[in-house]
C-alpha cells in the first residue's frame, strides 16, 4: 500500500507534480479536492501546525497521519466506493456525488477517507476534521444534511432505488455502512467541504469533496 503525507510542500506544487507525487492516474480533480481541502483561504494568514494526514493512492483516500496499515479489506471497498462515486456523478454532469446539486462547480471529485476506530457518528464532525488534520476547516460552520441523497435530482433518486442501474452500485456499498451520515463544512470563501461518513465492520470510513457556492 503505497501512502504519502500531504504536507504543504507536496500541495503547493503544480498539478502535474502533485499527481505524480501521489500516483494519482488521469484524475486533475482529485488533486484539486486535495488542495483546497488542506491548503488555507486567504483569510486564514496566522501560521498552523498539524499532522499532515496520508494519501492512499490504491483507493485514491486520506487517512489520519498516525494510521500505519489499512486492512486490505477496506482499501478493497474504499477503491470501489470512490469509483461508484465519481462513475455515478459524471453519468449525472456532477463534479462530484457527495457534493450533489449544492455545489456550482464541477472541477472536484469525490475521495475516499478512512478514520478507523472512534466516535464518528453525527455531532462528531469537528472530531472527523481533526482526525484528518483538516485544519483548513477548524473554525467553519458544520450544516447537517438531513439524508444522505436528500438535494440530488429526481432522476438519480429513481436510479438509487432500482436494482440494475449503475446508480444502484453505490447505493449497495453504501448501505453496508451503519451510522451513516452527510455533512457539509462551510467557512467564509467561497468553497465547502463534503463528508458522507459510516462505520463498517472494520471501522469509519466514507467519501470527501469540495463543493462551490457563491
Not at 455533512?183 to 470563501?189: E, N
Amino acid at each position: 500500500m503505497a501512502t504519502v503525507k500531504l504536507d504543504s510542500h507536496i500541495l503547493e506544487r503544480d498539478a502535474g507534480t502533485i499527481a505524480e507525487q501521489l500516483n494519482i492516474q488521469s484524475q486533475p480533480a482529485t488533486v484539486r479536492t486535495l488542495q483546497i481541502l488542506f491548503l488555507r483561504s486567504r483569510a486564514q494568514l496566522e501560521p498552523f501546525h498539524h499532522n499532515s494526514p496520508i494519501f492512499l493512492s490504491q483507493s485514491s483516500s486520506i487517512a489520519p497521519s498516525y494510521t500505519k496499515v489499512v486492512p486490505q479489506d477496506v482499501t478493497f471497498y474504499l477503491e470501489k466506493l470512490v469509483r461508484a462515486a465519481q462513475q455515478t456523478a459524471e453519468s449525472h454532469y456532477y463534479g462530484s456525488f457527495v457534493a450533489g446539486q449544492s455545489s456550482e462547480s464541477d472541477e472536484f471529485a469525490d475521495i475516499g477517507i478512512w478514520l478507523g476506530e472512534g466516535n464518528y457518528q453525527t455531532n462528531h464532525e469537528k472530531e472527523i476534521l481533526d482526525e484528518l488534520g483538516l485544519i483548513a476547516w477548524a473554525d467553519a460552520e458544520i450544516v447537517q444534511m438531513d439524508g444522505l441523497y436528500d438535494d440530488i435530482d429526481e432522476k438519480l433518486k429513481v436510479e438509487l432505488e432500482g436494482s440494475e442501474s449503475e446508480a444502484s452500485a453505490i447505493r449497495t456499498l453504501l448501505d453496508s455502512l451503519e451510522n451513516c451520515h452527510r455533512f457539509f463544512a462551510r467557512r467564509q470563501d467561497s468553497y465547502f467541504a463534503c463528508f458522507l461518513v459510516g462505520r463498517s465492520k472494520a471501522g469509519w470510513c466514507g467519501l470527501a469533496s469540495i463543493g462551490v457556492a457563491s
